[in-house]
């Protein structure tokens, strides 16, 4: 069962924001980077954002991630159809010592 | 090209056993930790175990703890799950993906993911 807490969904038109939310606590967000994956049906996660804020190459800077205290934050600007997908973020727990990866939420595109 | 893939996945009945492996390339194997993750049908994803580069320091989800054991073969660029008492909450995809350090506790992302291998537990 996943102590990491996202929102089921998240909507918005073709080039709008959205932000999605990553709530922890101070034994995984709040002292370990955070990651972001990208997930269509039928295929393997991608990795989205690593380091907090940081991305892969190829990875459009449309996409960016943030931190603060034990929250996570991802937000896709320029919103596309091609970006409907489940976004998960992902850290490691100290207390636990165990990889996390929060509930996951799917972006739709009105 | 940097590329893992997983095999050994199929259909077994609860208490079976199954092994895992996953062959990678394109990198220097030795030099990263590695993980396992699933997804069950319909939910998210769910980390179930790392291992660390060299040395191989492992780290298991409680829900697999003392039936799961992830091992690697640092010189056939292998990694493996060998999953025994399997349940039908075990089934799901199996994804190995390759940590961006040597050791998953630091926590760097998940940078290669294989293509998955499907386990079935059912009666």
């Known amino acids: 069962q996943s102590v990491l807490t996202q929102p089921p969904s998240v909507s918005a038109a073709p080039g709008q924001r959205v932000t999605i939310s990553c709530s922890g606590s101070?034994?995984?967000?709040?002292?370990?980077?955070v990651s972001w994956y990208q997930q269509f049906p039928g295929t393997a996660p991608k990795l989205l954002i690593y380091?907090?804020?940081k991305r892969p190459s190829g990875v459009p800077d449309r996409f960016s991630g943030s931190k603060s205290g034990t929250s996570a934050t991802l937000d896709i600007t320029g919103l596309q159809t091609g970006d409907e997908a489940d976004y998960y973020c992902g850290t490691w727990d100290s207390s636990l010592t165990a990889g996390l990866f929060g509930t996951g939420t799917k972006v739709t595109v009105l | 090209e940097v590329y893992l893939l997983e095999s050994g996945g199929g259909s077994v009945q609860p208490g079976g056993s199954l092994r895992l492996s996953c062959a990678a390339s394109g990198f220097t194997f030795s030099s990263y930790a590695m993980t396992w993750v699933r997804q069950a049908p319909g939910k998210g994803l769910e980390w179930v175990s790392s291992i660390g580069g060299i040395g191989g320091s492992t780290d298991y989800a409680a829900s697999v703890k003392g039936r799961f054991t992830i091992s690697r073969d640092n010189s056939d660029n292998t990694l493996s799950l060998q999953m025994t008492s399997l349940r039908a909450e075990d089934t799901a995809i199996y994804y190995c993906a390759k940590d961006r350090d040597l050791i998953s506790a630091t926590s760097h992302g998940l940078d290669v993911w294989g293509q998955g291998t499907t386990v079935t537990v059912s009666s």
């Open positions: 380091d907090n804020n």
């Open positions: 101070s034994s995984n967000i709040g002292n370990k980077y």
